[in-house]
């Protein structure tokens, strides 16, 4: 087994403490014949709307507004929000305003326990770090609260929930960001709109999104789903084995690998939505991959990521939860990065944590368990990533 020196996981672009540089287990396996398994169809584990505005990416103030995306739903009672925005500011001679607004069928209704991450970049060299950054805020917190919003002034007349402004002159500048907020007493139905201003005017919310080109927009009513995974026939996969000493073959999953498998399938266009398109990066999404396994005395459980041969530069955010193991477990947390480079391929996340201190869980031989890995993408246009679990004699540190 060689120890692989790892390279520190980058800063934030804003400076802030956003990436929590956790204590890794640092470890480099050679994985031959590996077992692979895709996904089960995602299951829905919430119900808040997931809007997500990425297409057009590349935008520019044309002289009149422009709707980037928009959705009108039904809201009940209340309905909580996440808003996912990215898109790259090209330069003008003016300054350029994007926009998140919301309007409502009558007056009334408001906007609470709102609360938002922003990030910008200048150029388009570099997606890893800003979205790192935005996955690592969305997935371990915190967002900065924001005031509450409303009441709306009713059909025709939006609210501006959110604006910025990149200054003239600045070349392509990347605005990202990611809402959460819960829409309440509002008169449905609700349209919220993302737009690029110009002259000062919005446009209104009756205003046709522009064409999408290759990127994604739209929505979804939920943003967390859970995956399992299944054999080649469809069939729930077995649990994984491991037991005492050396070195287990390791079982592989596949992680949201484009349309086709179940994570990825989840954020396909949704019916009620008129202008989206389907989402296989899933986007905004935090998805819950549950892997089954079988204890034995002295096992160690380890669990990582690697990437597979996609190539390109890829971001994400990554916890380990496990609701069958020990309570007083720390949740590891890791920040995921590929450069791009081919070397980098299948070393991108060798990076095994040891999930039990005392090598039994604290159960007896054969208990059944599960560990649940949570991955938040942050950049690429397909999470071209595997899951690995395995099982190992020893860990360097």
């Not at 305003?97 to 009558?106: C, N, P, Y």
């Not at 955010?317 to 450069?339: F, G, N, W």
Request: aromatic share 10%; proline share 9%; with cysteine.
């Amino acid at each position: 087994m060689a120890v692989v020196p790892p390279p520190p996981p980058p800063d934030c672009l804003t400076g802030s403490a956003c990436n929590l540089k956790p204590t890794y287990t640092y470890l480099h396996t050679v994985v031959n014949n590996v077992p692979f398994f895709t996904m089960l169809p995602g299951v829905p584990q919430n119900s808040q709307w997931l809007i997500v505005s990425n297409a057009p990416e590349t935008i520019r103030e044309k002289g009149i507004p422009l709707t980037l995306y928009k959705f009108t739903g039904e809201t009940g009672d209340a309905v909580s929000v996440r808003v996912y925005f990215w898109h790259l500011v090209r330069q003008n001679p003016t300054p350029s305003t994007v926009g998140l607004l919301i309007s409502s069928a009558l007056p009334g209704g408001e906007i609470v326990a709102y609360s938002r991450f922003v990030i910008t970049a200048s150029g388009t060299g570099d997606i890893v770090t800003p979205g790192m950054c935005l996955a690592e805020r969305q997935l371990y917190g915190p967002l900065e609260i924001q005031p509450d919003v409303g009441p709306f002034p009713g059909w025709g007349a939006e609210q501006v929930i959110w604006s910025h402004t990149v200054d003239a002159g600045s070349g392509q500048v990347l605005v990202a960001s990611t809402h959460e907020f819960l829409i309440r007493g509002a008169v449905s139905p609700v349209t919220i709109r993302t737009a690029i201003q110009s002259a000062g005017l919005w446009g209104n919310s009756t205003d046709t999104p522009a064409p999408p080109g290759a990127h994604v927009r739209g929505w979804w009513p939920y943003s967390k789903i859970l995956c399992l995974p299944k054999t080649g026939g469809g069939q729930a996969a077995p649990a994984y084995e491991f037991s005492t000493g050396g070195t287990g073959d390791p079982f592989q999953y596949a992680v949201c690998n484009g349309f086709g498998s179940g994570d990825s399938d989840a954020y396909a266009k949704q019916v009620a939505d008129t202008y989206g398109t389907g989402n296989k990066g899933c986007y905004g999404a935090n998805l819950v991959y549950r892997l089954p396994a079988e204890t034995a005395l002295g096992g160690n459980l380890y669990v990582g990521m690697r990437s597979r041969d996609a190539g390109g530069k890829y971001a994400a955010a990554a916890r380990i939860i496990a609701p069958t193991l020990l309570p007083e477990m720390d949740v590891p947390k890791y920040p995921c990065q590929h450069s791009g480079d081919p070397e980098d391929h299948h070393n991108f996340f060798d990076l095994m944590q040891a999930l039990s201190p005392d090598n039994s869980f604290g159960r007896p031989a054969g208990s059944s368990i599960y560990v649940d890995v949570e991955v938040v993408n942050g950049g690429a246009a397909a999470m071209p990533t595997n899951l690995l679990l395995s099982r190992m004699s020893a860990a360097t540190t």
